[in-house]
């Protein structure tokens, strides 16, 4: 069974950074789609960064330039670098792994969701 795990949220003041972490523990040889969404309060949960077939990246337009999604195969972790934070930036961030490969090179789609971290950017 997946399982994810999200570290590297926290308080931060208008123009720094954060890096978020986000863990796939389980059977899995590679990750190969995951997405960072984030829901701020009354908000929909909205997709932020992509990253698909393992090296295309995508971002909503409202952090392109700021924000870069990455991998470390060797850890199975997938990171959201957040630079130059404002504070309509402050949700909660979550990771949902769509799509990663077995040692079989089997593609497995479970849809698995992290379980949030919080990001609050303010003065």
């Known amino acids: 069974q997946v399982q994810l795990v999200e570290s590297g949220g926290g308080v931060v003041q208008p123009g720094g950074s954060l890096r978020l972490s986000c863990t796939a523990s389980g059977s899995i040889f590679s990750i190969d789609t995951m997405g960072w969404y984030r829901q701020a309060p009354g908000n929909e949960r909205e997709l932020v960064a992509s990253l698909t077939n393992g090296v295309r990246t995508d971002y909503t337009d409202s952090v392109k330039g700021r924000f870069a999604i990455s991998k470390d195969s060797a850890k199975n972790t997938v990171y959201l670098q957040m630079n130059n934070l404002k504070p309509e930036d402050t949700a909660i961030y979550y990771c949902?792994?769509?799509?990663?490969?077995?040692?079989?090179?089997?593609?497995?789609?479970?849809?698995?969701w992290g379980q949030g971290t919080l990001v609050t950017v303010s003065a």
């Open positions: 949902k792994l769509d799509c990663y490969l077995t040692d079989m090179l089997l593609r497995v789609c479970p849809g698995v």
